[in-house]
């Protein structure tokens, strides 16, 4: 079964992304830096639920 995450910005908490996670590859919590359209810039993203 798969599982709908989003990644929100750390420096503005906008969700800018969603990801499809099966929940058997379920690891610790994502970190991926990403472009933020709010920030302007790269920010890391982490995962919410
Ligand atoms: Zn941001």
Known sequence: MKKKL???CTVCGSR???KEVGDKTRT???E???YC???K???LHRETK
């Open 16 to 18: 800018n992304y969603t």
């Open 32 to 34: 991926i830096k990403k």
């Open 6 to 8: 989003a990644l929100a």
């Open 41 to 43: 810039q790269h920010t």
């Open 37 to 39: 359209r709010y920030c």
């Open 28 to 30: 610790e919590r994502l």
